[in-house]
């Protein structure tokens, strides 16, 4: 029997293409030959990324990677005009977070942000600068409806936070159709974009709620007594440590948004160990394990580098220290394509050399040619 496995997507901006990497090596390198791929989860832009590679599996393409690559490359900007907005937005965006340029908080919903917004994005095409317009460009609306409600793997997991409730939301697969509106919802920057209203509540970005969700991964009522993972593959694009104590505006900004992003991740996996220690202390009785189809602890990845080892412990994949250190906070918008390359290329390096590991820890075959 292949292990069953869980693929949790962290957001994070433009720096999620790092996933669109990881998942062209999976595909490249054969992953559901050895491996059951019975949930995906994802926050903000690691939602659309988990979205992506859900909505491939659901249509037996292949490669299965090749839908979210074409979107984070039609994503970039391309033409002349692209370019010099973008590279106008990153710009204001060091200048304010230095401390050189004064900022202005406007909400995004007003009618001078919008008009501000259309007239500098005057003759740039809709795919580069609307959301929606881009995800409909890659996403059959008709196939999608058809999909309907899904109980058979893979499940998709999105997470996002409810502005008015305050609870934090998982759009399920299992339970309900999944809809454009929840991929909107999950990435709604409250600084970006105004709030997403779905019926009569409203949402925010998913960050608020869990980045990404974990704890619903072994949740019966969201995935299904038998999709449970063995284990649980976290792609993680938020640094844990860091080098130096931050002063600038913007380095402790960018520290600010990889703490928040980290938090609830951190919190999941926690609450898992508990039960895994559990599991191997035999709190659980067997007929209850076997409801679940658990036969021993789910293996996850540490939370920070220095904690005990524990037998059910793998990797996580996440940048290279060369990579994430050269990061900043105006890299999360940047969409140049050298940048959005370079984080493919990283992502894909990183995706082959963690499949290579768990190969080796899961059966005698020798480990993948580079």
Known sequence: MKPKVAIACQGGG??????????????????????NIVSISGTSGGAICGFMLWYALKHGEKPFCKRVLDFWNDNTAQTYQERLFNDSVIHSLYLTGKGLMPQYNVSPSSPVARSSFSVATLGIRNEF?????????????????????????????????????GRLHKFSSYLE????????????????FPAVSIGEMAYWDGLFSDNPPISTLIDP????????????????????????????????????????????????????ERINDFIVAGAFKDEFLAEFD?????????????????????????????????????????????????????????GRRFLESRLKQTSSRPPMDP
């Open 221 to 272: 009522r969201f995935v299904g007594a038998r999709n449970i993972p063995n284990e649980i593959w976290v792609i993680k694009i938020n640094p844990t440590t860091a080098d130096e104590i931050p002063v600038a505006p913007d380095d402790i900004l960018d520290r600010h948004n990889e703490l928040t992003g980290n938090i609830s991740l951190f919190h999941s996996l926690r609450q898992i």
């Open 14 to 35: 433009s720096q999620t293409a790092f996933t669109a990497g990881v998942f062209k090596a999976l595909a490249e390198n054969n992953v559901q030959d050895h491996f």
């Open 294 to 350: 658990i036969k021993e602890p789910i293996k996850i990845p540490r939370s920070f580098p220095d904690d005990p080892d524990a037998p059910y412990h793998i990797p996580r994949i996440e940048m290279s220290v060369e990579l994430a250190k050269s990061l900043n906070y105006e890299s999360k918008l940047d969409r140049c394509p050298e940048h959005i390359a370079r984080l493919v290329q990283d992502g894909e390096e990183q």
């Open 177 to 192: 159709p999944i809809k454009i509106d929840y991929l909107l919802a999950s990435a709604c920057v409250p600084s970006i």
């Open 129 to 165: 600068t609307d959301l929606r317009t881009l995800l409909e460009t890659h996403i059959d609306a008709d196939q999608l409806a058809a999909l309907g409600q899904q109980t058979e793997p893979p499940i998709l997991i999105i997470g996002a936070c409810n502005v008015l409730t």
